[in-house]
């Protein structure tokens, strides 16, 4: 037996999100048939509301329902220091650290010969805009530790070497209670390469 028509759409939707598989969506769209009507409006509204009224700020590329994000606008930030992240929310992680207090950029992904994604497809183009300007110091390149964002993060050393500022990498390896024996060799090496002067 099959499920009606407008359930196996609901699920279909829902299964377009990511992380979200089969098993994952058929639970939401039961949670969201226990909803009563106010529910559901506020929830479809809150979603027309948000494609609507959220854009890329027209500096970093962090979401924003204003022209200029907070990061931006914010004069009290380290306006010498741009750190690259592949996405939005991975700014959002660095800020829940409460440690670094400069500005952001978006590239909105990775380089990926796989995906037929070139560094045309990113947005890099106004990072070197605003680097021309002359206020930027250093760029800290921080894409994930993955193959793609090694390649994306060693592209941006390459074309930003010449620009007159200090380009550096977020350190990897060994996270906090981690034992050695079941840590991967990648890791290790990384966390090796990475050390530090005590």
Known sequence: MRYPRAFEELIDALKKLPGIGLKSAERIAYKILEMDEE???A??????????????????GQITDQNVCDFCADERRNQEIVC???????AFAIEKARDYNGLYHILYGVISATNGVSPRDLNIQSLIERIS???????????NPTTEGETTALYLAKI?????????????????????????????????????KM
């Open 160 to 196: 930003l070497s010449d620009k007159n500022v200090l380009v550096s990498r977020i350190a990897y390896g060994l996270p906090l209670g981690a034992n050695l024996d079941y840590t991967d060799e990648y890791t290790l090496i990384k966390a090796i390469e990475g050390r530090r």
């Open 39 to 41: 529910e559901i409006k």
């Open 84 to 90: 690259v992240v592949q996405n939005p929310k991975d």
């Open 43 to 60: 929830f479809a509204a809150s979603l027309i509301n948000a494609k609507k009224e959220l854009h890329r700020c027209s500096i970093c």
């Open 133 to 143: 300007k002359g206020k930027i110091k250093e760029v800290i390149i921080a894409t």
